[in-house]
């Protein structure tokens, strides 16, 4: 929020300097973002009066002014503005000045742009006359009548010749302060005026807010009569409330209005405040916002049907258009503001161009009202709609201002003689907003700052707050009563932060905690730590993807309509449409961190991520979702193969303890390529547990992640590998005696699993069999058709002796024998 020093001194003296009073603000708990000087690049600029205008002899585009700046002799200067008259009192630069911002048609120079005299199509110019822009203000804040054109000044009570900074009052500066979301009360003038008076002991003005209303007729004995009833509120307006979520509703009415520009004091409070002027009653509307955050709104009270305002929610199928032109669909829901046949507002976001004020105008209702503040962020969300008005209502606007900001509106309208304010005002205030009394214990508040703060000093920061503090029975306990615009003064715990703040964060001693913490990590931690050391010693890198994915992430994996990995979890306010889910599974971010690396010619890639992945509850859907660990690891490149990405999967369970690890042939899922796919499988308690699966991308999945080469994935359920892996280490002594290694070539049918024959081995070996290893596979000219070789180590060793060929011959014996009983398995000659 922008903060013009200039307005804040209107109600606390401000002694400070631009830095101190910054760092006070940052000191109160409002983020300092930057402090804005203005007027310090302005030199020779001053107050002209055109005196007469004539077309440029030598160009259709250009005129000539001859300008009074307060010298014996008129000044000749050469423009091509179309918005100058007769009589405009306008910014000069002359001969030399200095203008801060960038001239048409060239960028800004570093200190400023010095403007010389000179010639335009053969004729002397001596200066330069000066728009909004070239002053150094944003387009966005140009007053209206001179946006696009040089700066007419409002009013007449200029004395030509005076310097601009001086006149204008433009040596100044403004603070851009962020707002935090606790303190919506914030995001107004007096409440940031409040807190500079807490903070210095200045005396606090408020606004004047008193209203004349419409002259009364006096009688014979000077006694006041009462307006006629045709001149009071209600015989020009009537309003209903129809929708709950309008907690208050205040309206006034302004007749004989008269619509111009505002003068310069309320045009500069807006332009310093980010905010354009535009006439004075819509001006007279934001000045108020700005000073109270109260959003206001006026309606050209001839555009409303039978002069009624009804406050109720839009209906599925309802059209409208904003101030801003644009047609807009109404979702159903939505609170807008209806007169008897049409709607003309919405609540809290925008009016529309249906009732908009114009030149017109004769007769206004005024809008100050309070709406519901979830309400409000929901309907500016589901219209993508950020105004001024929304930003402050979906935070949370006090009710109990509207009625003072409406009468405050009403005092600056006679101020300026923009109009008569009718007699009395229709104020709907069902339920009233009470502020939450709380009991607030001392020595709680000092523990939790860590400050030793007495008691008295305590009452006097809540007091300089506003607070209302009264004493109990208690010597330990007071009773705080805070303003009703601090939503955020809810719980005991609140009060420790004002005291804090106001007893000033860096005068807290630093102190270490007074406890014995030991940092240990968690058996699910070691675990992830251990698998990432693993990864990177096998050559991976570590990736980190976001959680928040489009639905449509996973329709390239070729998968069915009613799997689980397309079960996703929706989001209720996503960021868009790519980031509105909650991911199922690893894998497409794998392959899309792939697809970008292979775009961008890396040749070979070699990666892997734990992450956590998100599933609804299909059986009960008030339950909440679980939230599961997963591990994804992809790879391409020149040596990559099948083989390569099982090798990895291996080492990775083996080095976390897991074992009895099988592989089983998977052909059916559809991102993986159908014969070179396989799900990783364990025994547990003579059940198989699947960890995950793995293989080839199926070329189509490829190609639809830019992956023009053959790449490998692997997903794993990591909750499974951390409730499986055996992390305990224990001391085994190396063996005693030698080992025998035999090895065997095997003729087995084609559709023989190596899994399976693994096993029948490692049954069939007994205590004797150490180990069991696939070395070779071969299909050739020596092997027949629909058959082929597998080639194993097996090794043997006795922990008590030493083999002899006998001990193993049995045993490899019985091997031999089962294998060809199971699968008949014939012994090929190596």
């Known amino acids: 929020m922008l903060v013009p020093v200039k307005w804040i001194k209107d109600y606390v003296d401000v002694k400070l300097t631009a830095d101190e009073y910054g760092e006070m603000m940052t000191t109160a708990g409002l983020t300092l973002e930057t402090i804005e000087y203005f007027g310090k690049e302005i030199e020779n600029v001053v107050i002209g009066k055109i005196e007469k205008i004539e077309q440029h002899p030598n160009a259709e ?49 570093e200190g400023g742009t010095v403007i010389h005299a000179g010639e335009l199509r053969g004729v002397k110019s001596d200066g330069m006359l000066c728009g909004p822009q070239e002053l150094g203000w944003e387009d966005k804040v140009a007053p209206y009548i001179s946006k696009d054109g040089i700066w007419l000044l409002p009013g007449n009570d200029w004395t030509p010749g005076q310097d601009l900074v001086e006149a204008l009052g433009l040596d100044t500066y403004v603070l851009d302060v962020d707002v935090t979301p606790n303190r919506p009360d914030c995001l107004s003038i007096l409440a940031l005026a409040k807190e500079t008076k807490a903070f210095t002991g200045e005396e606090y003005k408020k606004p004047d807010t008193t209203v004349k209303g419409a002259p009364k007729r006096m009688g014979q004995n000077s006694i006041r009569f009462q307006p006629p009833k045709a001149e009071r509120v209600h015989n020009f307006i009537s309003v209903e409330v129809q929708d709950p979520n309008c907690k208050r509703y205040c309206a006034r009415v302004i007749k004989d209005v008269k619509i111009k520009q505002s003068p310069w004091w309320l045009q500069e409070r807006l332009m310093y405040s980010g905010m354009r002027p535009i006439n004075n009653i819509v001006d007279i509307t934001n000045y108020v916002m700005l000073e109270y955050g109260q959003p206001l709104h006026a309606f050209d009270i001839n555009m409303l049907a039978d002069k009624k305002i009804i406050v109720k929610a839009a209906e599925e199928g309802d059209t409208f258009v904003t101030l801003d032109g ?83 509106f009403c005092h600056l309208v006679e101020k300026l003689g923009a109009g008569t304010v009718v007699d009395d005002i229709i104020d709907i205030y069902p339920e009233k907003i009470e502020a939450i009394t709380c009991d607030v214990r001392i020595d709680r508040m000092n523990k939790l ?33 805070p303003p009703t615009e601090r939503l955020d003064m809810k719980e005991e715990i609140d009060y420790a932060e004002e005291i804090a703040r106001m007893y000033g964060y860096d005068n807290i001693p630093m102190t270490l905690p007074k406890m014995n913490t030991k940092s240990i990590s968690t058996r699910s931690w070691q675990i992830r730590e251990i698998a990432k050391n693993v990864m990177t010693s096998l050559g991976s890198n570590e990736i980190q993807t976001y959680s928040f994915v489009s639905p449509r992430s996973v329709d390239p994996l070729r998968l069915e309509d009613d799997t689980w990995e397309k079960n996703f979890l929706i989001l209720l306010n996503p960021l868009g449409d790519e980031t509105s889910a909650m991911r199922t599974m690893l894998m497409p971010e794998m392959l899309e961190v792939m697809g970008r690396n292979f775009s961008r010619n890396v040749d070979r890639v070699n990666a892997f991520e734990i992450g956590n992945t998100f599933l609804p509850d299909i059986m009960d859907e008030g339950k909440l979702p679980s939230e599961e660990l997963s591990m994804s690891i992809g790879a391409y490149g020149e040596g990559e193969d099948f083989f390569t990405m099982k090798g990895r999967v291996e080492t990775l369970l083996s080095m976390l303890g897991i074992k009895n690890l099988h592989f089983e042939a998977e052909s059916e899922y559809g991102a993986f390529h159908p014969g070179r796919c396989a799900r990783i ?16 991308v199926h070329p189509e999945v490829a190609e639809s992640f830019g992956i023009g080469t053959r790449a490998y994935v692997c997903e794993l359920n990591f909750e499974y590998v951390i409730e499986k892996a055996s992390i305990e280490k224990s001391y085994k002594p190396l063996p005693k005696f030698p080992a025998m290694t035999r090895d065997i070539a095997l003729l087995v049918s084609e559709d023989v699993k190596v899994g399976d024959l693994e096993k029948t081995i490692i049954a069939a070996g007994g205590n004797l069999l150490e180990s069991v290893e696939l070395f070779d596979v071969y299909r050739g000219k020596q092997v027949e058709e629909g058959k082929k070789s597998l080639a194993f180590s097996i090794v043997y060793r006795d922990a008590q002796k030493t083999l002899t060929d006998d001990d193993v011959q049995g045993v490899h014996g019985d091997i031999l024998n089962a294998l060809k009983e199971n699968y008949n398995a014939v012994l090929r000659e190596m």
Do not use: W
Not at 460 to 475: F, I, N, P, R, S
Not at 684 to 696: A, K, Q, S, V
């Open 326 to 408: 644009k047609e807009r669909q109404m979702p159903e829901g939505v609170m807008m503001i209806n007169d008897s046949e049409k709607a003309v507002g919405i609540a809290g976001i925008m009016g529309g161009l249906n009732s908009e004020v114009t030149e017109d105008t004769k007769i206004i209702v005024l809008e100050s009202a309070n709406f519901d503040a979830d309400n409000i962020r929901i309907s500016s969300k589901k219209l993508g709609m950020s105004t001024e008005a929304s930003k402050r209502f979906s935070r949370g606007v006090d009710a109990n201002i509207a009625r003072e900001a409406a009468n405050r």
């Open 61 to 109: 585009k250009l005129v000539i002014c001859q300008m009074n700046v307060g010298k014996e002799e008129l000044v000749q200067i050469v423009t091509g503005a179309d918005n100058v008259s007769e009589g405009d009192f306008v910014p000069v630069v002359l001969d030399g000045g200095r203008v801060p911002g960038p001239l048409h048609g060239k960028e800004k120079e």
């Open 449 to 481: 700052n860590g400050t030793d703060i007495p008691k008295e000093t305590i009452i006097g920061y809540l007091k300089a707050l506003d607070m209302v503090v009264e004493e109990t029975e208690d010597e330990n306990v007071i009773r705080v009563t």
């Open 681 to 696: 499988v364990i025994e547990d308690r003579g059940f198989p547990m699947e960890l995950g699966i793995m293989g080839e």
